[in-house]
């Protein structure tokens, strides 16, 4: 029987059993040494509903791509309004790196501002720092450290606030009961079109 739906596959000395990422236009499959071909194939066919469906979704919404960093650079969508950076920054040296200082310092702004907002007993962190995580819009430490995304300063703000409450909520519970997310939800209410966003465009992002 041919295979459907291509993939990539990477044997792992850490992975216990197969196991599927999918990311917008690509299935990956981690498999543990020793696992031949053929049955990785036929783990893949027997969740071909599944990854149809996840690919479907991603290919459903405008993918976001992060900007090459130019003079030539027209514009970008900073927390969910247009910037035009030859406005901003109509000449400078190190222009990328201006830029990008700019951009953490819009989000910082942001996040500093949003947390007066839920400024109550456990939800105050120790620190919020930016960061530069490949898997994780935020974590938050046994110290009270709150980490953000900085690739965050391409999403709506109301995902931002979404993901920043998230970490403020783990200062209390630290994992994802459902007290967790009475408390998350108590915050911001139905949090499911955030969720979606960081599913779906969001990926595009990681």
Known sequence: MKRTIPYLLRYSNRAKRLRLEVVPGEVRVIA???????????????????????????ASVAPIRLPVFSEDCPELTVLGEKVFLKE??????????????????KLMTFLTETLKKYAQPG????????????????????????????????????????VLVHELVHLRHRNHSRLFWNTVEHCLGDVKPQKRWLRLQGAYLL
Do not use: H, Q
């Open 123 to 162: 939800l105050v962190p120790s620190r919020i720092r930016l960061g530069n995580a490949r898997t994780r819009w935020g974590s938050c430490s046994s110290k009270g450290v709150v980490m953000i995304n900085r690739k965050l300063v391409y999403a709506p703000p109301d995902v931002v606030e979404y």
């Open 32 to 58: 543990p040494p020793g696992i031949s071909v053929s049955l990785i194939d036929e783990f893949v066919r027997s969740r071909e509903n599944w990854l149809a469906d996840k690919l479907s979704a991603f």
């Open 88 to 105: 901003c920054f109509p000449s400078t040296k190190n222009f990328e790196r201006t830029v990008v200082k700019w951009l953490d310092d």
